[in-house]
């Protein structure tokens, strides 16, 4: 996607290359609570603030190229919590979905969503559609919302929907590859994730994306969700460049070869479909 002047000089000041960005970036956007229990705040004014970095994120990865941002907002497992924080956090939902749907018309954003959305309140579940609806031809940035989700339970139903074929005499089981797995999963058509992002310092996968992220750089920060703005953002991306240079250096070419310009010149896509055929 075309990359303003602006915000290829900011990235160019930060020491990011913007010729690399990843295509698909990935956030567990985790500390909302405790931003807020820190602060003496209520557990769902974290979130609150927590959707203020969402809007400011989502901005910029759109100025900056990124074609898709995967966000964790609602695990199958966040029903277990307590009814009041529940309810907030689709409140949030219906608002983001409701209130966001002129800008993302405006600024060319796709909302796509992944997870059970039958387990959404109706309220929350029909704001969505409406807004998956209306933007579903944008393309400048498309932003995938996981809900109600878990890794485990996409990958099942997978599995199940394969399985549904070959008794219907589709597909033979011999037919069943990492390509037919990867398009009966919710993330069917759009690419693995280059980068993952964890905020709030946990070292974990928390059932997120597990098949998507086989190969994906992993970055955790230390920063709360709520505080997570542009600088941390760009310093994502500038370890993420710092170890894909690396990985030029390593992958198979002679000795001292790793930084030729035809090194440089691989595509990111490229150089992960090389380090899969590594493995
Ligand atoms: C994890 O923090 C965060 C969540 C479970 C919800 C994420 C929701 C938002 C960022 C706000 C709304 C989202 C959108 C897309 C509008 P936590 O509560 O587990 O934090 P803790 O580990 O500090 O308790």
């Known amino acids: 996607m075309a990359v303003s002047n602006s915000a290829r000089s900011k990235l160019l000041l930060r020491g990011v290359d913007p010729e690399r960005i990843p295509r698909h970036v990935a956030i567990i956007m985790d500390g909302n609570g405790r931003w807020a229990t820190a602060r003496g705040y209520d ?7 927590g959707k203020t970095s969402v809007k400011a994120i989502v901005e910029f990865a759109r100025q900056i190229g990124i074609e898709y941002l995967s966000l964790y907002a609602f695990s199958t497992e966040n029903w277990q919590r307590p009814g009041a924080e529940v309810s907030g956090l689709m409140r949030l939902l219906k608002r983001y979905a409701t209130t966001e749907l002129d800008r993302m018309m405006k600024n060319g954003v796709r909302l796509r969503v992944i997870g059970n959305m039958r387990k959404l309140p109706r309220d929350v579940r029909d704001a969505l559609r409406t807004t998956i609806e209306a933007t579903r031809k944008n393309r400048e940035l498309t932003v995938m919302l996981a809900l109600s989700y878990s890794a485990r339970e ?11 074929r070959v008794k219907r005499g589709d597909i033979e089981p011999e037919e069943i590859t990492e390509d037919t797995v990867a398009q009966s999963l919710g993330t069917a058509g759009i690419p693995d994730p280059d980068l993952l992002i964890r905020t709030s310092g946990e070292v974990r996968l928390s059932n997120f994306l597990l098949w998507q992220v086989a190969y994906t750089e992993i970055y955790i920060t230390e920063t709360l969700w709520p505080d997570f703005r542009e600088p941390d953002f760009m310093e994502a991306l500038r370890q993420f460049q710092v170890r894909e240079r690396r990985f030029g250096k ?18 990111l896509t490229a150089r992960r479909a090389r380090l899969r055929a590594a493995h």
């Open 154 to 164: 996409e990958i099942a139903s997978a599995a199940r929907a394969l399985a549904r």
């Open 43 to 49: 557990r769902l004014y974290g979130h609150q603030r």
């Open 250 to 267: 390593v992958e198979g070419e002679a000795p001292g070869d790793g930084d030729t310009a035809e090194a440089e010149a691989l595509s």
